[in-house]
């Protein structure tokens, strides 16, 4: 089975300042891990993923995660945030050892992120 | 491309009314998911296709909820009675292989 927590419902952080969304994670083979963003009243975007390689991977919009396998972590992060980036933050696993019909995702349950002007 | 499209946007029905969500995926994708988000239980995977076969369907609710895809090109989620408690945004995703790639959602109120 897999699971993903993400342990803050709310994050606020003040514009200019870097900024952390956690989450954890928990598979049985190698992690395929996801970041989504949500805006309001709209659908989940894609951010980033790691699937393989460096631990440090870029996304969209500046956002970077950590890929930190003894943590069993994949922390999103910004060096610099923005208002704009104020949404709902989903991380996402799906087991790497699945075939070619398992491309299910489990989504932690969302972190509000807000960013004050 | 015009990415994942999902049809009607909103949705206003009566309890026991049927209810039919349509979704068209990212030409080419070979897996179609869908979801339903509340604020109580957030994001839930109801059932997903990988090459038009059904490959899991244990996140639909009950028998009231059914889903197909006829083609490659198309899909639609079926819900039949309703109940106020199918109140919910519903997405459709589409992916190629690792990511998914979300629609807009439809947005339902069962009165």
């Known amino acids: 089975a897999q699971s993903v927590a993400q342990p803050e419902d709310q994050v606020n952080v003040a514009e200019g300042n870097p900024l952390t969304v956690k989450c954890t994670y928990s598979?049985?083979?190698?992690?395929?891990l996801f970041w989504y963003v949500q805006y309001p009243n709209r659908g989940l975007q894609f951010l980033l993923k790691y699937i393989t390689g460096d631990n440090l991977v870029k996304g969209s919009y500046g956002f970077e995660a950590e890929f930190n396998k003894s943590q069993t972590s994949f922390h999103l992060k910004k060096p610099s945030a923005l208002v704009s980036d104020s949404a709902l933050y989903f991380c996402?696993?799906?087991?790497?050892?699945?075939?070619?019909?398992?491309?299910?995702?489990?989504f932690g349950k969302g972190t509000k992120l807000s960013v004050i002007p | 491309d015009a990415g994942v499209i999902q049809s009607p946007r909103h949705e206003v029905t009566e309890m026991g009314q049927e209810v039919t969500l349509r979704c068209k995926p990212i030409?080419?994708?070979?897996?179609l998911f869908w979801y339903r988000q509340t604020m109580m239980r957030g994001l839930e995977l109801l059932i997903y296709?990988?090459?038009?076969?059904?490959?899991?369907d244990s996140g639909m609710p009950e028998d009231r909820f059914s889903a197909k895809m006829p083609n490659a090109s198309f899909s639609t989620l079926k819900i039949q009675p309703s109940e106020p408690r199918d109140s919910a945004v519903y997405f459709c995703?589409?992916?190629?292989?690792?990511?998914?790639?979300f629609g807009p959602g439809t947005r339902l109120l069962v009165l």
């Open positions: 995703a589409s992916s190629p292989g690792e990511t998914q790639y």
């Open positions: 030409s080419g994708h070979n897996s």
């Open positions: 996402a696993v799906r087991d790497g050892l699945g075939g070619a019909g398992s491309y299910q995702l489990t």
């Open positions: 598979v049985s083979g190698n992690p395929y």
């Open positions: 296709f990988n090459n038009n076969v059904p490959i899991d």
